[in-house]
């Protein structure tokens, strides 16, 4: 059994908030365990609970678009959330929910060790980059340790707000771009906190 497979199930046993009272499937996340890209959004919505699975409704077929737009498909990225249940009514994860499941996402990037991590939305933005706003930082990089830390808008704010989708486009293009200058920079500078722009 793979690390994230057992991970998994600790996972689906969780009870450490009030969530588990109204999900229906736990949704931990998605892809392969040696993935160079991890997203991590928000918060299972409806299609998500349902099948356990993150990014399947609305905004998971956009993210597909911006995959296939960098030549990637979803089964070569890893998807997760910030939280693995749903909240009621697709309300916003509050500040306990979001800490009882911190852990989960800290072994999952320990386990998949990500070149890049990809915050779509302000939630996962919040983890890593406080008291910023994303309308000034989308799409800047930053590299700690050996991890890039791309932030990017949640692909639902396209849906709605459509001025959105060019700029969350635009921003995925860049992708590739920014691993391959993030790959120089670690050869030049060992460990230390640095801006790629």
């Known amino acids: 059994m793979s690390a994230l497979t057992e991970l998994y199930q600790e996972i689906a046993n969780c009870r450490a908030c009030e969530l588990v009272k109204y999900r229906t499937k736990v949704v931990p996340g998605e892809g392969p365990e040696d993935a160079d890209l991890l997203f991590i959004g928000e918060a299972p919505g409806w299609h998500e609970d349902q099948q356990g699975r993150p990014f399947v409704g609305p905004a998971g077929a956009f993210l597909d678009q911006l995959l296939v737009s960098i030549g990637l498909s979803r089964e070569q990225v890893y998807i997760a959330n910030v939280i693995k249940c749903r909240p009621p009514q697709n309300r916003d994860p509050l500040p306990a929910e979001t800490q009882a499941c911190r852990k989960w996402l800290d072994r999952q990037i320990e386990i998949i060790h990500p070149r890049m991590i990809i915050t779509l939305g302000r939630y996962s933005l919040a983890r890593y980059f406080p ?17 890039i830390y791309y932030p ?6 396209a849906l709605h707000q459509g001025s959105l989708r060019r700029i969350i ?15 120089r920079i670690a050869e030049a500078v060992e460990s230390q906190q640095l801006s790629l722009f």
């Open 131 to 147: 008291d910023e706003n994303i309308g000034k930082i989308h799409g800047k990089a930053r590299k700690v340790g050996d991890i």
């Open 169 to 183: 486009e635009a921003d995925m293009l860049q992708i590739p771009r920014v691993l391959v200058q993030g790959e």
């Open 152 to 157: 990017m808008y949640h692909p639902a704010a």
